[in-house]
């Protein structure tokens, strides 16, 4: 079983694009804070309405939770020689953890399981 869940700040705005059979996709990045204190970064790649809620709700900053499914990449970064590697993760499940407003400070999530319809 291939399954991550990750809880995080968005990195930047996402960016959707849509495919001529008219299913979408959103691109953003998560910090996650390791034990160390440091942030990890997942790219997330979403579809669907999954996709559309992404684009419409995150925004740089929002904390969000995501379960879905890891994919690394590794390579060797040929200017330093260091090897990288980079977590992509495919979004099956999204929540959205900000409060609706600004000047509300509650603790409310919002849960958007995609795998059944509106």
């Not at 900053?61 to 970064?77: L, P, T």
Request: overall charge neutral; glycine content about 6%; some cysteine.
């Amino acid at each position: 079983m291939n399954t991550i869940q990750i809880a995080g700040n968005v990195g930047k705005e996402p960016e959707i694009q849509y495919f001529e059979s008219g299913q979408a996709c959103a691109k953003f990045s998560v910090a996650v804070r390791n034990y160390k204190g440091e942030s990890d970064w997942f790219d997330c790649e979403a579809w669907g309405k999954t996709a559309q809620i992404a684009a419409d709700y995150l925004h740089k900053g929002s904390r969000v939770a995501i379960s879905g499914s890891v994919k690394i990449d590794q390579w060797e970064d040929k200017s330093s020689g260091q090897k990288r590697k980079a977590w992509k993760v495919n979004v099956n499940q999204l929540t959205l953890m900000d409060s609706k407003s600004d000047s509300q400070q509650s603790s409310r999530s919002t849960t958007a399981d995609f795998d059944e319809p509106f």
